[in-house]
């Protein structure tokens, strides 16, 4: 009996030992990218590294605006945003922390923060998605702004909730300014049938329910893995000459100067950045986002990153998304 008390005694310390451990060696994530996406990549970092990542997820608008209500008060470590834009946000009010030129340096400073307190670490480009009996790519549009003409009425699919459409706004008021921002989304809304997110955009112009789509590239490849090339009666459209429709978003991480596990949540930044992450990113055939380590190749599904035409916006003028959704508000979009 005194045995078996000693080993039960044994084995409560040894699992609280091993309890504390596993706490005092985990971190806390904010996650707004895909929960696919970021499975693969946590599962791939607590193998290598050890430490254990509680993921908590949600859409970016409303990570970002829970993490300014928590304040000092957070238990995120790290946040991984599915827009520049949230990440811009939290930058402006001073919450993220400086990172190491270690961690910034693999990927080209355009795609991080402009102050060094987020890195870039994956992205896509909008595109049009268009139905082949419905529309041809000789009808497709010079400019996404085009899109609010009265030749397009009826014939669009957008999805002006989904968090992804605000930085689309974003680049159209940085380089159009906002009076000729609200007239095109007014008519877009006009024109436009609407979509809770972009899997219902790229479903609806796919059966013909619809001519064209406003969408990242990735949800129609997505599709195309999912249905076979039997099922796909659309193609993609890629916006020329520096259009503002063919703007590239881009998913990126910083840690909270407020972070109470610093040390791993630096190391899983470093983890994102590195070849291994990149490449896991760029083979999953799960996300078909483009990785942004220069030498890693995307999936060949993909067209060639070094082939987009993307308009010419940093991340600072992207800006936080704040004024786009008071737009999308005004235009009765939302």
Do not use: C
């Amino acid at each position: 009996m005194k045995t078996k008390k000693l080993i039960a005694a044994l084995l409560a310390g040894g699992l609280l030992a091993a309890s504390q451990l596993s706490l005092a060696a985990s971190l806390v994530l904010y996650n707004a990218q895909h929960p696919q996406t970021i499975k693969l990549l946590t599962d791939d970092f607590e193998k290598m590294s050890g430490i254990g990542v509680k993921i908590r997820s949600g859409e970016g608008p409303e990570l970002s605006a829970q993490l300014l209500a928590e304040g000092k008060a957070s238990p995120a470590d790290v946040y991984f945003a599915s827009n520049s834009p949230e990440l811009m946000l939290l930058e402006g009010k001073q919450m993220l922390a400086k990172l190491p030129a270690a961690t910034l340096s693999p990927i080209p400073a355009r795609y991080s923060s402009p102050q060094g307190e987020w890195v870039g670490v994956m992205a896509r480009e909008n595109v049009l998605v268009f139905n082949n009996k419905l529309a041809a790519g000789a009808q497709m549009p010079a400019s996404l702004l085009d899109l609010a003409r009265p030749q397009w009425k009826g014939k669009l699919a957008i999805a002006p909730s989904d968090g992804d459409f605000l930085p689309l706004v974003s680049a159209v008021r940085a380089l159009k300014g906002e009076p000729a921002t609200l007239a095109w989304l007014k008519g877009l809304r006009d024109n436009a049938q609407t979509f809770d997110d972009n899997e219902g955009v790229v479903a609806a112009v796919n059966r013909g329910g619809v001519a064209v789509g406003v969408i990242n590239n990735y949800y129609w490849t997505r599709l195309q893995v999912e249905l076979g090339s039997k099922g796909m009666h659309s193609q993609l459209y890629h916006f020329g000459n520096a259009d503002v429709g063919a703007l590239i978003n881009v998913s990126g991480a910083g840690i909270l100067k407020t972070a109470h596990n610093a040390d791993a949540a630096h190391k899983f930044l470093a983890y994102l950045v590195s070849p291994r992450a990149q490449q896991l990113i760029a083979k999953s055939n799960i996300t078909f986002e483009y990785p942004l380590l220069p030498s890693v190749a995307p999936a060949p599904q993909l067209k060639p990153f070094n082939q987009l035409n993307p308009p010419p916006l940093d991340m600072q003028k992207l800006g936080d998304d704040s004024q786009s959704a008071k737009l999308l508000r005004q235009a009765g979009l939302l």
